[in-house]
């Protein structure tokens, strides 16, 4: 509730004039909060409220809020030359250095970087210089791109597309044509109801099964997230299944698309989370953390073989935004970067991660903790009613929304889909605020136990 005459004029002049993305009306009619300033892992709302964010911002602060030295950055850079756009021949010095370090940094020969300006418009661009690549190449009817079900890869239609999520996509059928979807890596909810241990690598071999049913020369590209995100929880794809999957592509001359929007740039505990399998796509997408909640931008990382076919004499690629590889966004980032490599943050989030792991999993010892999942500084706990048979928790009771609200009373912004409760928060927490993160999960998944009477 409004604690003063200002915040609740804010909240009726947020209702009326603000369409919120995603927007969940029974939220907001309970209570819309309004930030207004954050520090660290720590934000603030209009009334003064503190919140433990556990969630860096929709995944994005990760190097915690409020760092005065990508300000500095910024309004230097906006003193010399705010923006000019990365069109045709035409580039700015901040544009440069970030491709460059980024060459530096990504795996395999990953060293070109086209600029975007979020993670649904690097999804689309990786798409679309997929599709080009061929058609150039007069190999237009290697057309057809190959998603996973319950991936997430962006709002725009194609990114949508070959998003694997039906519910984002119903109201806007029909979608983009040539999209089709091959099984997740979800084991603890296999479709085909196996266990990791002796199931083969069943989900490489429905890989190869689509696209074997799709004809191997129609299909231009396979898009995946390496670790599914928050929507199902960050389970983490088993032994061999990335490496199968690149041997596949390499096999049927398709291109590997990593979408690591959500779960790159440190969020694993290496920068990269194709890293930990020693596995290097053809393009890789980037946004969210890779410039620390800062200011909005995306990249799309693939290879001098692949982006000199669109430059050479005579050729373009058909796309294009124009806010794309921003000067401003740039300086930001190669601060960010500066920030990550400074501080060891990449290092820090592999060894918080590790605690936060080894903590949660004692949280088995409640009965509706059915699997506790991720790596790094991305984990999930899925609820269930009953452990031996995963049977879901009747979805009226709202019980991960139950668990979410009490937190957020309480002063902790936690997000949860349904019965999955995620966290992802900056790599720069501390042993303490780790420690009352845990504690009033705790406090709340147990309160959920009692008010639910399980
Ligand atoms: C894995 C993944 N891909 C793509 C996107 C789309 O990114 P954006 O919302 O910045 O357009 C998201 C956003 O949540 C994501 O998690």
Known sequence: MAQNREAE???????????????????????????????????????????????????????????????????????????????????????????????????GDLSVSYFVNDGSEACESAIKMAKQYFWQRGESSRNKIIGRRYSYHGATLGALSATGLPDFAEPFHPLVPGFTHAMSTWCYHCELDLEPSSCGLACLKNMEQVILGEKPETVAAIIIDPIPGSNIGYPIPPDGYLQGLRELCDKYGIFLIFDEIQVGFGKTGKLFACENWDVTPDFMCLAKGFTGGYLPMGAVLTTPGIADEFRRPGKDFRHGFTFSGHPTVAAAVLAHIEIIER????????????????????????????????????????????????????????????????????????????????????????????????????????????????
């Open 343 to 454: 501080e060891n943050l990449v290092e820090r989030a592999a060894a918080m991660g590790k605690y936060l792991k080894e903590r949660l999993e004692q949280f088995y010892k409640y009965p509706i903790v059915g699997d506790i999942r991720g790596m790094g500084m991305i984990l999930a706990i899925e609820l269930v009613a009953d452990r031996k048979t995963k049977a879901p928790l009747d979805p009226k009771l709202n019980v991960g929304t139950w668990i979410r609200d009490y937190c957020w009373e309480h002063g902790m912004i936690l997000r949860n889909n349904g019965e999955i409760l995620v966290i992802a928060p900056a790599f720069t927490m501390t042993e303490e605020e780790a420690d009352k993160m845990l504690g009033l999960m705790e406090q709340a998944i147990s309160g959920a136990i009692e008010q639910f009477e399980f």
């Open 9 to 107: 004029e804010l909240i009726e002049a947020a209702k009326k004039y603000v369409w919120t993305n995603l927007s969940e009306y029974s939220d907001i009619e309970k209570e819309p909060k309004i930030f207004v300033k954050g520090a660290g892992c720590y934000l603030v709302d209009v009334n003064g409220k503190r919140y433990l964010d556990t969630f860096a911002s929709l995944l994005t602060t990760i190097s915690g809020h409020h760092r005065p030295e990508i300000a500095e950055a910024v309004q230097k850079q906006m003193a010399q030359l705010e923006f000019f756009p990365n069109y045709h021949d035409c580039y700015t010095v901040p544009v440069i250095k970030l491709a460059e370090k980024l060459a530096q940094l990504a795996p």
